[in-house]
């Protein structure tokens, strides 16, 4: 597994058991988890809530043990200071200092990386800047809104100018106008060739983000890929049409065609699959002289993928890539 320039996370069968509860019963978080993260890319990390995302960055970060299976960060072991000394790490919830200025926090986080003196200011000012915190250095973080705390938070990962920076669910929490500016900060460090791996549950900010994706689902990984080929695995063919002034009889056919009709008003919303039933819908049209609003290919996104693979883990109660 020594492949210092091209992969910066890879794991091998990485598998992690919780025993919970007086009798122990077992928890498998997450099992045979294999994937790699390259070299300068944003990579998203996504699944549903207890996929075992935070499970598995926990055992990147060496904070918990995997109960086997491997990872390695730089070629190195997890945990070796090698690979820790170019590591920056966001946790899903982290603890601020309430009464401690941002300034102080970073300069607090900044001491642990043995900075200190004229060194220490200017990378505090710098990663402040970077965060667009500068106007807000002097307030405590108890005065933060939790968009604020967020990119302080960043500004912490980023303390030791880190290779590799792994966020915890970095967007979730924000409203529209925060999630953008932790997006913008991240393709920000892309920018100055950081590889940035991150969980998220939200997959849209994922899909405008990422140059490639994992999804895992009960603790197994489901799919791995670049964005663009993970939307085409995932794209139906499904059709949208709208129509107006159908007669009840073209609405009873076009249900036989659809896989979905919606009446509003004198307004048919049909969903097709096929394109044999489009044209036979076209047909029932022009048989009823009903007016054809709009015909609109469904447009393909991660989500589909991401339902599909929901769907068929919830179906076979088994996951395989
Ligand atoms: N310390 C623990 N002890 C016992 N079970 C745990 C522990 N940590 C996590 N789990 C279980 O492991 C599974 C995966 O949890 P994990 O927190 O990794 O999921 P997640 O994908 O990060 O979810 P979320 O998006 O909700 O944070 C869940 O079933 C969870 O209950």
Redesign the pocket.
Known sequence: MQNETKHVVQTEALR?V???GFWGRR????EGLSLEVRKGEVFGFL????????????MLMGL?YPTSGDAQLFGHPVGDPNAKAKLGFLP?SPYFYDYLTSREFLAFYGHLFGLWGATLNKRVDELLELVGMTHACDLQLRKFSKGMLQRVGIAQALINDPELVIL??PM?GLDPIGRKEVRDLILRLKEAGKTVMF?S?ILHDAEMLCDRVAM?MK?KLVACGEVADLIERGATQEVEMVVDRLSSGGIEQLRSLATKVVLHGERVLAVLNAQRDVDEALDVLRANRAKLVSLVPHKASLEDLFVKEAHRVQQVGEVHV
């Open positions: 992690k919780f025993r919970v928890v498998v978080a997450v699944g549903p809530n207890g996929a075992g995302k935070t499970t598995t960055l926990k918990i899903e915890d669910e979730s969980s549950h895992i603790g």
